[in-house]
């Protein structure tokens, strides 16, 4: 019989994009370096990215100071709403606020979306079937790490928004045999200096 282990999930979001998308800043490539060095030491068995162009290039310059863990891309981890709240489930006092910012996504990420987002909480979330820790990156975008974290913390479905994360910014995930999941830390940027961080979130909120 197959032993079950801890798996380690590290979630980071792609570094800063430039205006229209299609490639990263050189800010954002600087983050995406700083981040590979910072997980040099940790034993990833894989790194999966999202098809968009600013999460391959962000995962290609990680992997690049690693040396050796594997690139597989993966429309699991590409840039989707995971699920789409009725306004009965949201607060009262932001619900018309919420559900104005989903109406601006366009209507096939929309519709995709929760379905895309099951099927990521089964690819990426709870112990895995070996006889050792598995440690796994995905490189991914705001919603699905929010999404991810929200799942971990058994948070009502719609808490996915309101969880924010910096461009290269790191959280780690805990799934553990016989245990409930755990979020070890949460949009960690430590190893960005002071002028790379933060990016990805409006200046007010700067900190």
């Known amino acids: 019989m197959t032993d079950t282990a801890t798996r380690y999930l590290y979630l980071a979001r792609h570094g800063e994009a430039s205006p229209d998308e299609t490639t990263l800043t ?3 490539r600087r983050q995406a370096v700083l981040l590979g060095e910072r997980l040099r030491n940790t034993p990833l068995s894989a790194i999966y990215h999202g098809p968009l162009p600013r999460a391959e290039q962000t995962a ?9 863990a594997p690139l597989q891309q993966s429309e699991l981890a590409g840039d989707y709403v995971p699920y789409l709240p009725t306004k009965e489930e949201l607060p009262p006092d ?5 559900l104005g910012f989903l109406a601006q996504v366009p209507e096939e990420e929309r519709n995709r979306g929760p379905a895309l987002a099951r099927e990521a909480l089964a690819e990426f979330t709870g112990p895995v079937d070996c006889d050792h820790p598995r440690h796994e990156l995905v490189v991914t975008h705001n919603f699905l790490i929010g999404w991810l974290i929200r799942a971990a913390l058994d948070a009502p479905k719609w808490r996915w928004m309101g969880l924010n994360h910096g461009n290269a910014a790191l959280t780690v995930l805990r799934y553990a045999p016989g245990r409930p999941s755990s979020v070890l ?3 960690d940027m430590r190893h960005l200096p002071a002028e790379l961080r933060w990016t990805g979130f409006p200046p007010e909120l700067h900190i």
Do not use: H, K
Request: without cysteine; hydrophobic residues 40%; negative net charge.
């Open 60 to 68: 290609q310059l990680i992997s690049a100071q690693l040396g050796d």
């Open 94 to 98: 932001s619900a018309d606020a919420m």
């Open 26 to 28: 050189e800010n954002g």
């Open 185 to 187: 830390f949460y949009n």
